[in-house]
């Protein structure tokens, strides 16, 4: 019996599901947050933005940061998934993990994850399925829970 982990994510929220075989309905394991993307980021900054010195002379300029706030968040949010699926991997709770989420926050899971964790994604859609309910998603990915499906990356 092949355990399959199915990842369905996007920037604010996620869900954790696990599956035994295709045929069966999937079964929620975890659900998880990320409340601070919701939020505005008015609430998150200063009423101005940082300042720095002209090298010559007493002049001063604002800055604006490299990244936005919602950017470190979804990160931050991102890294959280992976330390979650790298607990299940080291504790051998899955052979397979399915991972569903638009591209972008696709990218960001891959940036935080290490590698023997991106080994274990056998597959990938980059939707953003979160919405749905369990039986829908198990529509999308059944398909993608055979162990003899090669790894593949469905757009």
Not at 141 to 148: G, I, N, S
């Given at each position: 019996?092949?355990?399959?982990?199915?990842?369905?994510?996007?920037?604010?929220?996620?869900?954790?599901?696990?599956?035994?075989?295709?045929?069966?309905?999937?079964?929620?394991?975890?659900?998880?947050?990320?409340?601070?993307?919701?939020?505005?980021?008015?609430?998150?900054?200063?009423?101005?933005?940082?300042t720095v010195n002209e090298s010559v002379g007493f002049a001063r300029h604002s800055i604006?940061?490299?990244?936005?706030?919602?950017?470190?968040?979804?990160?931050?949010?991102?890294?959280?998934?992976?330390?979650?699926?790298?607990?299940?991997?080291t504790e051998r709770r899955y052979e397979r993990l399915v991972v569903a989420a638009p591209?972008?926050?696709?990218?960001?899971?891959?940036?935080?994850?290490?590698?023997?964790?991106?080994?274990?994604?056998?597959?990938?859609?980059?939707?953003?399925?979160?919405?749905?309910?369990?039986?829908?998603?198990?529509?999308?990915?059944?398909?993608?829970?055979?162990?003899?499906?090669?790894?593949?990356?469905?757009?």
């Open positions: 019996m092949t355990i399959t982990w199915v990842l369905v994510a996007d920037g604010s929220r996620a869900r954790l599901f696990e599956s035994t075989r295709r045929d069966e309905p999937l079964h929620q394991l975890e659900s998880f947050l990320n409340p601070d993307v919701r939020a505005s980021a008015r609430q998150f900054t200063t009423d101005h933005p940082p604006e940061p490299h990244t936005t706030l919602r950017s470190k968040q979804t990160m931050r949010f991102a890294r959280t998934l992976a330390a979650a699926l790298e607990r299940g991997r591209a972008k926050f696709a990218g960001a899971l891959h940036g935080q994850c290490a590698k023997p964790l991106r080994d274990s994604i056998t597959a990938e859609i980059h939707r953003d399925l979160v919405t749905l309910s369990p039986t829908e998603i198990h529509e999308r990915v059944a398909p993608l829970l055979e162990p003899t499906v090669p790894r593949s990356e469905i757009a």
